[in-house]
């Protein structure tokens, strides 16, 4: 094998607040020959995702977090380049989770094959990887939504939330989205067939909230926590269900949030209105029914009865300024980094 240089993105601090370019090393190695048993992996896309915020920090959660020197975690669509492993072959597209790196060598086990000419390679990062698999049970065993129910979904456009929504309505139900701008907005709506989106940057977001669920809300699909979980809160109906997804606005705090302690009212809400709140992480907890989401999102592709939108950055050195970007709500759509050019 011809010696291949591999630039790769390594953990050097723990961020405090929004990682900077000094919690991060961009380094070369040169790869190693390859073994009996090796897969040589080219990174074509990478996925950035809010939950690799929480694998750069040494808090307990549910994963070990990053250790300090090592390549950033995240999962990859890549192209085969050279094999010495009977399973796989040159040329052939799987989905990884070889990190922040161009270039892999990894032994195939944990490989999920795509083909050799996969249509849209880097979907089985978004609405058919873990994104849509996280959408699809979080809404539909958690939230079970009920035809002619008030669904509200926060960041309503990212890879998670527009599929929510468009489920839900797939479903039966009203839809109110939560999104940063008028134009996310405007998309959720007209693109995505909600029922109306609300601008969580608008001063009276409240009472515009409060409005456009004249009826109380019965699911609230949470992906963001702060003061949108604040303007959800005493809208939320009785037996309410809140698939708890994510708390993106909390991600780089480096304090509580000012004003009152809100715990109370919210044990409170959860015990006198019977309200169902439940954390889930995908894979831990519903791994086993990957093929019956994947069979259903087939199918609503293949019919055009969801839409899906990719914000795909070019080129590997801008992967940090890219995650920074998607955490902050600047992303439009499911972010996407192309590493390399396909074979």
């Known amino acids: 094998m011809q010696s291949i240089e591999n630039r790769q993105f390594t953990l050097a601090s723990r961020p405090h607040g929004a990682p900077t370019d000094e919690n991060f090393t961009l380094k070369t190695v040169q790869l190693p020959a390859l073994e009996q048993g090796d897969v040589l992996l080219r990174t074509i896309y990478l996925s950035l995702d809010p939950y690799m915020r929480g694998r750069m920090s040494d808090a307990k959660s549910y994963a070990e977090p990053v250790a300090i020197g090592e390549v950033m975690v995240g999962a990859t669509v890549c192209q085969v380049e050279q094999s010495k492993n009977d399973q796989f072959t040159q040329g052939e597209w799987v989905l990884a989770y070889t990190g922040w ?43 079970a939504p009920q035809e002619g129910e008030t669904v509200v979904v926060a960041a309503a456009t990212g890879p998670v939330g527009a599929t929510v929504g468009q489920i839900a309505k797939l479903k039966g139900c009203k839809v109110v989205g939560v999104a940063g701008g008028s134009d996310k907005c405007q998309y959720a709506v007209d693109k995505l067939g909600f029922d109306a989106c609300i601008d969580h940057r608008a001063d009276d977001f ?47 705090a480096t304090e509580l949030p000012q004003g009152p302690d809100r715990l109370g009212m919210l044990m409170g809400q959860l015990l006198t209105k019977r309200i169902k709140m439940q954390g889930f992480i995908i894979f831990d907890d519903y791994g086993h029914r990957y093929d019956e989401f994947a069979a259903d999102m087939q199918t609503w592709l293949s019919e055009g009865k969801i839409h899906y939108r990719e914000h795909l950055v070019d080129g590997f050195e801008n992967t940090l300024n890219a995650f920074n970007d998607m955490i902050s709500g600047k992303n439009f759509g499911k972010t996407v980094v192309q590493v390399n050019q396909p074979l």
């Open 206 to 252: 409240a009472e515009q909230l409060n409005k456009a669920c004249d009826k109380g809300i019965d699911v609230y699909y949470e992906n963001v926590g702060g003061k949108v979980f604040d303007a959800v809160l005493p809208l939320l109906n009785t037996a309410a269900r809140i698939p708890l997804c994510g708390l993106v606005s909390q991600y780089n």
């Open 101 to 143: 790196q161009e270039y892999a060598i990894v032994k195939g086990d944990g490989l999920m094959s795509l083909g050799h000419a996969p249509s849209k390679p880097s979907y089985a990062l978004g609405i058919m990887g873990m994104p849509g698999f996280t959408a699809y049970m979080g809404l539909l065993d958690i939230g």
